[in-house]
């Protein structure tokens, strides 16, 4: 009979077939170089925010009809949404704005598609006078760039603003293409109530004519037996001229014709005043603001719009200056490069410390699985819809020390068995193939403990997506690596010592660790106690430094958030607004400044949320010489903003990384009574002033405005033929301007709007005196004649959650964490009495850290479970298992204690650094136990076979540990804000778990073993 074949041996392959090896490697780089220039760049992930906007405006209604007529309506369709996650709502004057977030996984595309529908179903219960509500499904698109245009007219500027526009469609890689700051042209008929009131013409009248006079509507066609011939009617307004010339009006007296040119002043002009203004250093200006579309890299679209911009200034008319205010891809382009950098670096530290420990040889063939496993991830992310951005080129310098491990693990053993005697070649495949298991083992082990971070939900599951594919690519690419090329190369490259037989345990660092080892395990109920006080020890050092979400992004730009009371103008805004933006540009730091009057521009960073058609709202987007100096601007204008501006809130705003959120300190209150709402807001607001660290409380609602009530008596407006409809057509035809109707001129719709000239739109001392048409009998009446008057008070915004009123405290803080603030003043909050009805619950950042953390707790959970599996299936009992898992509490101990010493919070990127601690601790034991298990299975003692364990593990271990550390060095030291805190929690955390590794775990092995 023949002798069986042996079992398949992946190493001993390998060698055998070199070119194939080969050839594969150089596809791989050729692959993975290939799509690093050419994947798609990006600041951040890809964070979907899925959220619609449902914007209403109803012509002169206050916030509280709004509500009632529009909002409460519109909530009242969405809230059968299926995926409907929360709504929220603002009810101002004249407008209703409704955020509609559906879950983060639902087809936005079907959803939005069915607001729609649920919105045209509730319109028809709106009043006439509503115009029709607008659905924003492009609400979280982010603007890339922004670039502003000055130097002319409005009217001009629209027209070069487009023209714009349109070159910068045919780019390839832009999607939306927004302006910014442009003022729309309306045509406007200003009459004298005098001259008005000789023709006893009513508004209605005067829109009907010009209704009737400006063909809107299609006139069908003729059919004939052979043809069909469409109807083109002609009398559709095409310029002032036409509507000048229209006829409104024939004297049944004298027959004289009466031409709108006979009643009215007629201009075509920027519509006065303007919803909203842009202003650009001083001077009124507008925007072209660009978004990538999805999948393209955001740098090559920056290097395309620039050239578009550079060839289009050449045709810009004199005094016109273009600047690009917000450029997303310079800032990229400038991360992905210092991100590379610090991986670059890495590579250097990790290559010079393997040959430092292990010679040139040896550390060139551990060192090649750093950038073959790197080309091997960049070839795959695109497959795995990954862009190259700062979480996914982290991910590559948190593996970085393990990318090597598998193959030093390897090359020690290859060095071990080339010591015994052996040959080249069977050094290099049985060396490789004794630990295949155990570094297979480790290394899913590893696996295990990040891929659960997919779990994560909604926006926080995408922020962090790429983190674990990223590692689990490359580390799976580094341990086909460690078996196949790396045992090729050791084959090639590695020489027999010349003392064949040399003795690990009699070198110098090998007995020091004997004579340690040996007194640890002779006193190990000391070391036991030593264990569990640092564990205890950790845990106080968790609170010391306390817990924290996302840090302010470390950016050459910031905001000013500038809020007038309610009811305030544009023009008082901007006024306020020019007065922050001067003390801005007088700082020697400060490059430029955009201001946004009347609304928050475009959301130019994720975490930015835009304001709409707000009229006491202004937004300054400031831009800086340098991250280090936007700190400083801040502080410096937020010192003296509470007094400088009397009456506005004016605040200088960091950005914030992560999540939006309002305000970091916040309070939700629910109830329906405003006078309630007040109340507790106010008992809230004195708590939060009684603790330290507080700055800048206040609440979301803002004071009660002032506004007429008016109302009609029906039965005396019956008996001269006054409707509400007439009244209300008074006021807007004598004031704001009414809206008779629209002409087009190319692709853009004009409206014609009726109003009195300027000296006569002034509110009279006695408003009862405004005359009031019927449109049934064309007679006036005086207001006072039909209506009684009544000054009031109410609240100028009206804020909901899910269908019920709500009222935000909130604060900002000074030298103290948000989540310590929220833990002190929570107990005394709930103590308050609250109504029946009324509720009060946490929300700002402390409501989405906790959310967070609690998906991490579930994280941790899920990869504790898989690691006992994993290691049950590795080790064959729950006992040797468990004694690896005490790793995983004992990683935290570093982490803590790192956190201490660099003076940072344990916040979500270092709850991450903890995690990744996990798989890197885990590998080491389950290699350190595999060497325990093969000496006692050689029949030495427990206390024998853990300290030859670790004799021949120490270097291999202490390797790792060094290269890791310092592949980590770089982005602890130039990491930034958001990732120094995760990398010196995993610099401090494993060099300590290596410690325990080597010490703790032996000793507890040993207790464990000697009791089996």
């Given at each position: 009979?023949?002798?069986?074949?042996?079992?398949?041996?992946?190493?001993?392959?390998s060698?055998?077939?070199?070119?194939l090896?080969?050839?594969v490697?150089?596809?791989?780089?050729v692959?993975?170089?290939?799509?690093?220039?050419?994947?798609?760049?990006?600041?951040?992930?890809?964070?979907r925010?899925?959220?619609?906007?449902?914007?209403?405006?109803y012509?002169?209604?206050?916030?509280?009809k709004?509500?009632?007529?529009?909002t409460e309506?519109?909530?009242e369709?969405?809230?059968?949404?299926?995926?409907?996650?929360k709504?929220?709502?603002?009810?101002?004057?004249?407008?209703?704005?409704i955020?509609?977030?559906?879950?983060?996984d639902?087809?936005?595309?079907?959803?939005?598609?069915?607001?729609?529908?649920?919105?045209?179903?509730?319109?028809s219960?709106?009043?006439s006078a509503?115009?029709?509500?607008?659905?924003?499904d492009?609400?979280?698109d982010?603007?890339?760039?922004?670039?502003?245009?000055e130097?002319?007219?409005?009217?001009?500027?629209?027209?070069i603003?487009r023209?714009?526009?349109?070159?910068?469609?045919?780019?390839?890689?832009?999607g939306?293409?927004?302006?910014?700051?442009e003022?729309?042209e309306?045509?406007?008929?200003?009459?004298?109530?005098?001259?008005?009131?000789?023709?006893?013409?009513?508004p209605?009248?005067?829109?009907q004519?010009?209704?009737?006079?400006n063909?809107?509507?299609?006139?069908?066609?003729i059919?004939?037996?052979?043809?069909r011939?469409?109807?083109?009617p002609?009398?559709?307004?095409?310029?002032?001229?036409?509507i000048?010339?229209?006829?409104?009006?024939?004297?049944k007296?004298?027959g004289?014709?009466?031409?709108?040119?006979?009643?009215f002043?007629?201009?075509?002009?920027?519509?006065?005043?303007?919803?909203?203004?842009?202003?650009?250093?001083?001077?009124v200006a507008?925007?072209?603001?660009?978004?990538m579309?999805?999948?393209?890299n955001?740098?090559?679209?920056?290097q395309?719009?620039?050239?578009?911009v550079?060839e289009?200034?050449?045709?810009?008319?004199?005094?016109?200056?273009?600047?690009?205010?917000?450029d997303?891809?310079?800032?990229?382009?400038?991360?992905?490069?210092e991100?590379m950098?610090?991986?670059?670096?890495?590579v250097?530290?990790v290559?010079?410390?393997?040959a430092l420990?292990?010679?040139?040889?040896?550390?060139?063939?551990?060192?090649?699985?750093?950038p073959?496993?790197?080309l091997?991830?960049?070839?795959?992310?695109?497959m795995?819809?990954?862009?190259?951005?700062?979480?996914?080129?982290?991910?590559?310098i948190v593996?970085?020390?393990?990318?090597?491990?598998?193959?030093?693990?390897?090359?020690?053993?290859v060095d071990?068995?080339?010591?015994?005697?052996?040959?080249?070649?069977?050094?290099?495949?049985?060396g490789?193939?004794?630990?295949?298991?155990?570094v297979?083992?480790?290394?899913?082990?590893?696996?295990?403990?990040?891929?659960?971070?997919?779990?994560?939900s909604?926006?926080?599951g995408?922020?962090?997506?790429?983190?674990?594919l990223?590692?689990?690519?490359?580390l799976?690419?580094?341990?086909?690596?460690s078996?196949?090329?790396t045992?090729?190369m050791a084959?090639?490259l590695m020489?027999?010592?010349?003392?064949?037989?040399?003795?690990?345990e009699?070198?110098l660092?090998?007995?020091?660790?004997?004579?340690?080892?040996g007194?640890?395990?002779?006193?190990?109920?000391?070391?036991?106690?030593?264990t569990?006080?640092?564990?205890?020890?950790a845990?106080?050092?968790?609170?010391?430094?306390?817990f924290?979400?996302?840090?302010d992004?470390?950016?050459d730009?910031f905001t000013v958030?500038?809020?007038?009371k309610?009811g305030?103008s544009v023009?008082?805004?901007?006024?306020?607004?020019?007065?922050?933006e001067?003390?801005?540009?007088?700082?020697?730091?400060?490059?430029?400044?955009v201001?946004?009057?009347?609304?928050?521009?475009?959301?130019?960073?994720?975490?930015?949320?835009?304001?709409?058609?707000?009229?006491?709202?202004?937004?300054?987007?400031?831009?800086?010489?340098?991250?280090?100096?936007?700190?400083d601007?801040?502080?410096r204008?937020?010192?003296?903003?509470?007094i400088?501006?009397?009456?506005?809130?004016?605040?200088?705003?960091?950005?914030?990384?992560g999540?939006?959120?309002?305000?970091?300190?916040?309070?939700?209150?629910?109830?329906?009574d405003f006078?309630?709402?007040?109340?507790?807001?106010?008992?809230?607001?004195?708590i939060l002033?009684t603790i330290?660290?507080?700055?800048?409380?206040?609440?979301?609602?803002?004071?009660?405005?002032p506004s007429?009530?008016?109302?009609v008596?029906?039965?005396?407006?019956?008996r001269?033929?006054?409707?509400?409809?007439?009244?209300?057509?008074?006021?807007?035809?004598?004031y704001e301007?009414?809206?008779?109707?629209?002409?087009?001129?190319?692709?853009?719709?004009i409206?014609?709007?009726?109003?009195?000239?300027?000296?006569?739109?002034?509110?009279?001392?006695?408003?009862g005196?405004?005359?009031?048409?019927?449109?049934?009998?064309?007679?006036?009446?005086?207001?006072?004649?039909?209506?009684?008057?009544?000054p009031?008070?109410?609240p100028g915004?009206i804020?909901?959650?899910?269908?019920?009123?709500?009222l935000?405290?909130?604060?900002?803080?000074?030298?103290?964490?948000?989540d310590?603030?929220?833990?002190?003043a929570?107990?005394?909050v709930q103590?308050?009495?609250?109504?029946?009805?009324?509720k009060?619950?946490?929300?700002?950042?402390?409501?989405e850290m906790?959310?967070?953390?609690?998906?991490?707790?579930?994280?941790?959970?899920v990869?504790v479970?898989?690691l006992?599996m994993?290691?049950?299936?590795?080790?064959?009992?729950?006992?040797?298992?468990?004694?690896?898992?005490?790793?995983?509490p004992?990683?935290t101990?570093?982490a803590a204690?790192?956190?201490?010493l660099?003076?940072?919070s344990?916040s979500?990127m270092?709850?991450?650094?903890?995690i990744?601690?996990?798989?890197?601790a885990i590998?080491n034991?389950v290699?350190?136990?595999e060497f325990?298990?093969?000496?006692?299975?050689?029949?030495?003692a427990?206390?024998e076979?853990?300290?030859?364990?670790?004799i021949?593990?120490?270097?291999?271990?202490?390797?790792?540990?060094?290269t890791?550390?310092g592949?980590?060095f770089?982005?602890?030291?130039?990491?930034?804000?958001?990732?120094?805190p995760?990398?010196?929690?995993?610099?401090?955390?494993?060099?300590?778990?290596?410690v325990f590794t080597?010490v703790?775990?032996p000793?507890?092995?040993s207790?464990?073993?000697?009791r089996?």
């Amino acid at each position: 009979m023949s002798e069986p074949r042996p079992p398949f041996n992946v190493p001993r392959w390998s060698l055998g077939a070199p070119a194939l090896v080969l050839l594969v490697t150089g596809v791989v780089i050729v692959w993975g170089i290939l799509n690093y220039f050419s994947m798609s760049r990006r600041e951040s992930p890809e964070i979907r925010i899925a959220t619609a906007l449902v914007m209403t405006i109803y012509p002169g209604a206050g916030a509280g009809k709004v509500e009632e007529q529009v909002t409460e309506k519109l909530e009242e369709a969405f809230e059968s949404m299926d995926s409907l996650k929360k709504m929220d709502s603002i009810s101002r004057a004249n407008i209703s704005v409704i955020f509609v977030s559906v879950e983060y996984d639902a087809d936005t595309d079907i959803e939005w598609q069915k607001l729609r529908n649920r919105v045209a179903e509730a319109r028809s219960g709106m009043p006439s006078a509503v115009m029709e509500p607008e659905v924003i499904d492009d609400f979280g698109d982010t603007t890339g760039m922004i670039i502003s245009l000055e130097g002319t007219g409005p009217v001009r500027l629209n027209e070069i603003a487009r023209e714009l526009r349109s070159g910068l469609r045919d780019v390839e890689s832009v999607g939306e293409v927004s302006l910014m700051g442009e003022q729309p042209e309306v045509v406007y008929l200003e009459g004298r109530r005098a001259v008005l009131a000789r023709y006893g013409l009513t508004p209605y009248q005067v829109g009907q004519m010009l209704q009737m006079h400006n063909l809107r509507i299609p006139a069908g066609s003729i059919r004939t037996d052979r043809y069909r011939y469409r109807l083109e009617p002609t009398g559709e307004y095409k310029s002032i001229e036409a509507i000048e010339k229209t006829i409104i009006d024939i004297s049944k007296t004298t027959g004289q014709i009466v031409h709108v040119r006979d009643l009215f002043e007629v201009t075509r002009e920027p519509r006065n005043p303007p919803y909203s203004r842009l202003i650009m250093d001083g001077k009124v200006a507008m925007a072209v603001g660009i978004v990538m579309k999805d999948g393209h890299n955001i740098v090559k679209m920056g290097q395309e719009v620039r050239a578009v911009v550079r060839e289009f200034e050449q045709r810009l008319p004199p005094g016109v200056k273009m600047s690009v205010v917000h450029d997303s891809p310079r800032q990229v382009d400038g991360q992905v490069n210092e991100f590379m950098m610090n991986l670059l670096a890495g590579v250097v530290i990790v290559i010079l410390s393997m040959a430092l420990f292990m010679g040139l040889k040896s550390s060139l063939i551990s060192a090649v699985a750093i950038p073959l496993s790197v080309l091997i991830a960049m070839a795959v992310m695109p497959m795995l819809s990954i862009d190259l951005e700062m979480i996914s080129i982290s991910a590559f310098i948190v593996a970085l020390g393990m990318l090597v491990d598998n193959s030093i693990i390897v090359t020690d053993n290859v060095d071990i068995k080339l010591r015994q005697g052996m040959s080249p070649s069977e050094a290099a495949w049985k060396g490789t193939h004794e630990l295949a298991r155990p570094v297979i083992v480790g290394t899913l082990a590893t696996v295990v403990a990040f891929m659960p971070m997919l779990l994560l939900s909604d926006e926080m599951g995408a922020f962090v997506r790429s983190l674990p594919l990223v590692v689990t690519v490359s580390l799976v690419g580094s341990l086909v690596i460690s078996q196949t090329l790396t045992p090729l190369m050791a084959k090639w490259l590695m020489r027999p010592s010349a003392k064949k037989k040399t003795d690990y345990e009699k070198t110098l660092i090998s007995r020091a660790y004997r004579a340690f080892m040996g007194a640890c395990l002779s006193a190990r109920w000391l070391v036991i106690l030593i264990t569990l006080g640092a564990l205890i020890g950790a845990g106080v050092l968790f609170n010391i430094v306390g817990f924290s979400f996302f840090p302010d992004a470390y950016r050459d730009q910031f905001t000013v958030d500038i809020w007038l009371k309610e009811g305030s103008s544009v023009k008082e805004t901007e006024r306020v607004a020019m007065l922050a933006e001067q003390k801005l540009r007088a700082d020697p730091d400060v490059v430029s400044t955009v201001t946004y009057v009347g609304d928050g521009g475009p959301r130019f960073y994720i975490t930015i949320t835009p304001e709409f058609q707000t009229s006491n709202y202004a937004r300054i987007m400031v831009n800086t010489s340098s991250p280090d100096s936007t700190f400083d601007v801040v502080d410096r204008f937020n010192k003296d903003a509470e007094i400088e501006y009397p009456g506005a809130r004016v605040f200088a705003r960091k950005i914030v990384m992560g999540m939006p959120i309002q305000a970091p300190v916040e309070f939700r209150i629910m109830g329906e009574d405003f006078k309630v709402l007040r109340d507790l807001s106010e008992k809230i607001q004195a708590i939060l002033r009684t603790i330290p660290g507080t700055d800048r409380v206040k609440d979301n609602l803002g004071l009660d405005v002032p506004s007429l009530k008016v109302e009609v008596d029906i039965e005396r407006a019956n008996r001269v033929g006054v409707t509400n409809t007439d009244v209300a057509l008074a006021f807007l035809a004598s004031y704001e301007g009414y809206e008779l109707t629209r002409f087009t001129d190319g692709d853009t719709e004009i409206p014609i709007i009726m109003r009195l000239v300027d000296e006569e739109r002034e509110i009279e001392a006695d408003i009862g005196n405004l005359p009031v048409a019927s449109n049934l009998t064309s007679k006036k009446v005086p207001l006072s004649s039909i209506a009684t008057i009544e000054p009031q008070w109410g609240p100028g915004l009206i804020k909901r959650r899910d269908g019920k009123r709500a009222l935000m405290v909130q604060s900002w803080t000074k030298g103290r964490l948000a989540d310590d603030i929220v833990v002190e003043a929570w107990p005394r909050v709930q103590a308050l009495k609250f109504p029946p009805g009324y509720k009060v619950e946490i929300a700002g950042e402390k409501y989405e850290m906790d959310k967070t953390f609690r998906e991490l707790g579930i994280v941790f959970g899920v990869i504790v479970v898989s690691l006992i599996m994993l290691l049950v299936f590795q080790l064959g009992t729950l006992r040797k298992a468990f004694v690896v898992m005490l790793t995983v509490p004992l990683s935290t101990v570093g982490a803590a204690l790192g956190l201490y010493l660099g003076g940072y919070s344990f916040s979500f990127m270092a709850f991450l650094g903890v995690i990744s601690l996990v798989g890197m601790a885990i590998k080491n034991s389950v290699v350190w136990i595999e060497f325990a298990e093969q000496e006692r299975a050689k029949g030495e003692a427990v206390r024998e076979a853990v300290i030859k364990a670790g004799i021949y593990r120490l270097r291999p271990i202490l390797l790792t540990t060094v290269t890791t550390v310092g592949g980590l060095f770089p982005l602890a030291l130039f990491g930034g804000v958001l990732f120094e805190p995760m990398a010196w929690a995993m610099i401090v955390g494993l060099s300590l778990v290596t410690v325990f590794t080597l010490v703790s775990i032996p000793v507890f092995y040993s207790f464990a073993m000697k009791r089996v």
